[in-house]
C-alpha cells in the first residue's frame, strides 16, 4: 500500500532562516506530489505540484521554493523565513480518483 | 473567480444526521473531494465524485450536481469522533490539483 512520510511534525524557526521540508512516497511510482498550506484557521492553499523528477509549477507567487530530485521525494525549501511563512504544511500525493495527505509539519516563524 | 462554499459551522447531537453543503464555482470540473480534518491533524480522504448521484461509504455518503455545481456530504448516526471540520475540494484539472472551501466545522454534542 502506498504512505507518504513528512517531516518533522513542528518546526520553530527564527526570521531569516532557511527552511527545509522533506517529504517522500512509498507504494507507488512517478506519482503527482504536492505542496499545500493551512494558515490558522483558514482553508488549504495549494503552493507547488510536480509531476515528475526536476518538473515543478509554482501556484502562487512566494517566497519558497519546491524540488524534486528523485520520483518519490519532494522537497519545500526557503532561503530566508518571513513571519507570513507560519502556517501548516501538507504534503500530498494523487492517483487517479484518490489523493492523500501527509502527517504536516507546523511552522512556527518567531 | 473561482470559489468553493460551504458554512462555517454546524452542531448536531449524537445519533443524528448532519447535511454539509458545497457549492462551486470554477473554470473547469474534473471531480470533487470531501475530507475529514480532525484539530491539528492533517485531513483524511472521504469521498470523491465525479458523477451525478450518490456515492454511499458506510455511515459517509456524499452527492453531486454538476449541473447545479453543488454536492453535499451526510453523516448518519453521529458519534463524538465525528467532531472535525470538513472540507470539500475541487479538482478542474487532470493534474489533481485541489481547490479548497474553507471547511466546515462539526460539532457533535451529547
Known sequence: ?110 | GQNIDQPTEMTATEGAIVQINCTYQTSGFNGLFWYQQHAGEAPTFLSYNVLDGLEEKGRFSSFLSRSKGYSYLLLKELQMKDSASYLCAVTTDSWGKLQFGAGTQVVVTP
Do not use: M
Open chain 1, 1 to 110: 500500500s502506498q504512505t507518504i512520510h513528512q517531516w518533522p511534525a513542528t518546526l520553530v524557526q527564527p526570521v531569516g532562516s532557511p527552511l527545509s521540508l522533506e517529504c517522500t512516497v512509498e507504494g507507488t511510482s512517478n506519482p503527482n506530489l504536492y505542496w499545500y498550506r493551512q494558515a490558522a484557521g483558514r482553508g488549504l492553499q495549494l503552493l507547488f505540484y510536480s509531476v515528475g523528477i526536476g518538473q515543478i509549477s509554482s501556484e502562487v507567487p512566494q517566497n519558497l521554493s519546491a524540488s524534486r530530485p528523485q520520483d518519490r521525494q519532494f522537497i519545500l525549501s526557503s532561503k530566508k523565513l518571513l513571519l507570513s511563512d507560519s502556517g501548516f504544511y501538507l504534503c500530498a500525493w494523487s492517483v487517479a480518483t484518490e489523493a492523500f495527505f501527509g502527517q504536516g509539519t507546523r511552522l512556527t516563524v518567531v
